[in-house]
């Protein structure tokens, strides 16, 4: 009995490890579409497909804090008009805890800035789920703004022009749908979109920090063939 247990499964074996292998080499062009998409329609089937590849559940706490944590860019979906530049997001939490900071760069009139919102990060019943509770807005010109330049409709232009969800994310859920060491995909839920049954999706790419070496220290050998020898240290 034993041994024809272990032939069946032998005979399968080839058979599971075609279908992962289908599984991996369709995530990964799933993954190159959304990466690639330039119109809401690919981004949308590029998405859909991703979200079917990636089904099973991210049980291990600790690994959704590695997902979500460190520096990230916006890149879908993209600001409207000319006056969003860039969204960045930095996000810290601990057991699906802690805080987010979200920043939307802006350029209007040669003026330049960021208005960065600061929210609560709080975990669910879902350990790949965050709801956000917002603590505070900051407005941060770069450049010296001109009188003429009203604040207030700054802020209010900003909020028009930048995803919703980002500018103020009250009442949002956020679930993390696909991640890998530089992408990670997350489903929101407004209560906008809860009401008309509607999803809405961020994709971020991780930001990768420039590390600024010091300059190699040069010296001349005290003993060798040639005094003027340079050696780097």
């Known amino acids: ?20 292998a289908t599984l991996k080499d369709r995530t ?7 990466v690639e998409a330039s119109t809401d329609e690919e981004m949308q089937v590029a998405i859909g497909e991703l979200e079917r590849c990636q089904k099973f559940r991210f049980e291990s706490a600790s690994f959704v804090d590695l997902a979500v944590n460190g520096d990230w860019r916006l890149t879908w979906p993209r600001g409207q008009g000319g006056l969003v530049t860039a969204v960045s997001q930095t996000m810290a939490v601990e057991n699906g805890n802690g805080r987010v900071v ?8 040669s003026f330049r800035g960021t208005f960065e ?3 609560r990060v709080l975990a669910t019943d879902d350990r790949a789920t965050f709801r956000f509770q917002v603590e505070g807005h900051a407005l941060k010109p770069t450049t010296p703004i001109s009188r003429a330049l009203s604040p207030q409709t ?7 022009a930048a995803p919703k969800e980002v500018f103020d994310p009250k009442d949002t859920l956020a679930t993390l749908v696909y991640a890998d060491p530089d992408l990670k995909l997350l489903k929101i839920i ?29 010296r001349r050998r005290r003993y060798h063939c040639c005094v003027a020898c340079p050696v780097v240290e």
Do not use: F, G
């Open 28 to 34: 990964i062009a799933a993954r190159r579409r959304v």
């Open 1 to 20: 009995m034993m041994t024809r247990v272990v032939v069946t499964l032998w005979c399968w074996l080839p058979v599971v490890m075609s279908l992962t």
């Open 102 to 109: 979200n920043a939307v760069s802006w350029n209007v009139d």
């Open 154 to 160: 700054l802020v209010a232009d900003i909020a028009r």
């Open 190 to 218: 407004t209560p906008t979109a809860k009401d008309n049954k509607k999803n809405k999706w961020h994709v971020w790419s991780r930001q990768q920090k420039k590390t600024h070496y010091p300059p190699r220290k040069i």
């Open 117 to 119: 919102t600061t929210a």
